[in-house]
């Protein structure tokens, strides 16, 4: 028979209702600098941030959101569901962008819930990240 797999287990079980991608750290690392095609899709975007990796897109996307300005994972894992819900709220937005989140980073504490927060992030993109805004 056909294995079934909980909800909880899908690739897009976190997916907002709107294209969603997980911006690479390459890219990150660099968001303030930006084409004009990456300005007028990012005007018609939701980003949500952890850590304050987007920032750079803030003033140029439709909405904004950071799970923790402080990369706390804790307070990430608590607001990561209600923001993505959030995302598919926001009247135009035609996408969502977050960063990726590597447990690696130098300075973020490699605990658990990054872990978590990474996967549930991963999922949402449909496993989709991009070093180039589309």
């Known amino acids: 028979g056909e294995k079934r797999v909980s909800p909880g287990m899908a690739v897009r079980h976190y997916s907002p209702d709107v294209l969603s991608y997980m911006v ?3 890219r990150w690392c660099s968001s303030s600098i930006m084409t004009v095609e990456e300005k007028e899709i990012l005007a018609e975007a939701v980003v949500i941030d952890f850590g304050k990796k987007l920032e750079g897109f803030r003033e140029c996307c439709l909405a904004y959101r950071d799970l923790s ?3 706390n994972s804790e307070e ?3 607001n990561v569901f209600d923001y993505l819900r959030w995302s598919e709220e926001v009247p135009g937005a035609t ?3 977050f960063p990726q989140v590597l447990e ?5 504490k490699n605990d658990g819930l990054i872990m978590a927060l990474n ?3 991963t999922r949402a993109a449909s496993g989709i990240v991009i070093s180039v805004l589309k």
């Open 69 to 71: 300005e402080t990369a």
């Open 119 to 121: 996967d549930r992030l």
């Open 95 to 97: 996408r969502v962008f």
């Open 24 to 26: 690479s750290r390459d």
């Open 76 to 78: 990430a894992a608590m």
């Open 104 to 108: 690696i980073e130098p300075g973020l």
